[in-house]
């Protein structure tokens, strides 16, 4: 039998072609967002690797981060920052979705998933998240919650301070400028329980390390979990 939505599929895609956030190739067939060999060799972040420890190390002042992960390595001009790009400045909302259902599930095929009962992602100032129209955080907490099953939530946090960008600025600087930034709003939502705390991308750490600050106190575990790592 003729497979007629796929003749239909390939039609629409002369029509208006569509491309891959990460190579900017046409997407063919049933190819949404990411382009299938991007999605096979999108570069994850080795466990036990250089950057993989340093992710690791930034957190080790915190007794309540019992493990900080990051899904792939952020490489200056690499496909990593075009898709970050993409879901920052384009409005691809759907890519950072599709990271955390591609994370969710790779984490679940290698029962690595940690056993947390809420998903919370780091919060934009409101003016930030006006101008954007939306928080990119969200959009990974949900796709990580969609394939993992646990909850998330994008209002336990609040961002209290509009920060100018952290580019440019120095390990110490980022840190000084992210200091007392974030507030909680939902203490009972997370008191006393097992939380993944998610973000974009991790650098110096300085943000996560500020959300991890404000929730001191709450008799939280903690894991971090970021959609890329650079080397620092
Ligand atoms: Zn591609």
């Not at 250089?50 to 001009?77: C, R, W």
């Not at 879901?87 to 947390?116: F, R």
């Not at 329980?193 to 973000?199: A, E, H, N, T």
Request: aromatic share 8%; with cysteine; glycine share 6%.
């Amino acid at each position: 039998m003729i497979n007629l939505s796929r003749y239909w599929l390939d039609f629409v895609d002369l029509l208006f072609p569509r491309c891959c956030e990460a190579c900017h190739k046409a997407l063919v067939g049933t190819e949404e967002i990411i382009c299938t060999s991007c999605r096979i060799t999108l570069p994850r972040l080795a466990s036990d690797s250089v950057v993989d420890l340093s992710v690791k190390n930034k957190f080790m002042i915190h007794p309540e981060v019992q493990g900080a992960f990051s899904y792939l390595i952020f490489t200056k001009k690499g496909k990593v920052q075009e898709l970050l790009y993409a879901l920052k400045y384009k409005g691809s909302q759907d890519v950072g979705k599709l990271l955390g259902n591609m994370y969710g599930q790779e984490l679940k095929d290698q029962n690595l998933v940690p056993t947390a009962d809420l998903i919370i992602s780091v919060p934009l100032h409101p003016r930030r998240q006006k101008e954007r129209g939306y928080n990119q955080s969200d959009a990974f907490a949900e796709g990580l919650s969609e394939a993992t099953g646990i909850l998330w939530s994008g209002t336990v946090l609040a961002r209290m301070r509009y920060t100018k960008t952290q580019t440019g600025k120095s390990r110490s600087e980022r840190y000084e400028n992210m200091s007392g930034v974030f507030r909680i709003n939902k203490r009972e939502a997370i008191a006393g329980k097992r939380i993944i705390l998610v973000d974009d991308v991790l650098t110096t750490g300085a943000t996560l390390d500020a959300c991890v600050e404000a929730m001191k106190g709450l008799d939280c575990t903690i894991y971090i979990m970021t959609i890329a790592a650079a080397q620092t």
